[in-house]
């Protein structure tokens, strides 16, 4: 009984480590958990029935959602207008978590969900150029080129 005890705490001591490791190390990287699937409806606005995309990635324990319209969106006179490096972007306030829009200049819109806003603009600065570096190479519209991975400064 004392050896397998021995052996089990043997073994947590070895493991532990790399698991620590593991979950700090993917703090560093938002990886794309589910998606993207199409969508019809955007949560964030008024009952509507635009097409759009939808995707969830995973930074850590937490999650963030990104839908994405090629469609144009009339931004509510009750959004925030936020800046986030040289982006501007509109702070969506009847959301339970913290929401964020982006329209590129394309007037194509992004829509970000966090459950928590630690990394959000560092994740919307990330995720829209890649984004549109991407698009410029895909030759279909239903080619929607979310990053299946975007790397955090450590």
């Known amino acids: 009984m004392n050896r397998a005890l021995c052996r089990a705490v043997s073994l947590f001591l070895l493991i532990c480590p790399v698991l620590c490791f593991s979950h700090d190390l993917l703090r560093n990287y938002a990886i794309l958990n589910r998606g993207p699937y199409e969508i019809k409806g955007i949560k964030l606005l008024p009952p509507n029935s635009l097409a759009a995309f939808r995707g969830v990635y995973r930074i850590g324990q937490e999650e963030v959602e990104v839908i994405f319209t090629p469609y144009s969106v009339l931004i509510p006179a009750d959004w925030l207008p936020l800046s986030c490096k040289e982006m501007h972007v ?8 913290f929401s964020v829009c982006y329209r590129s200049e394309q007037n194509m819109h992004l829509f970000f969900i966090f ?5 959000w603009c560092l994740f919307i600065e990330k995720f829209v150029r890649r ?3 991407l698009l410029g190479f895909t030759r279909y519209n239903s080619d929607i080129p979310f990053p299946a991975v975007l790397e955090f400064p450590g």
């Open 90 to 97: 509109y702070q969506i306030p009847v959301h339970e978590y």
């Open 131 to 133: 984004f549109f570096v």
């Open 115 to 119: 459950e928590n806003a630690e990394y």
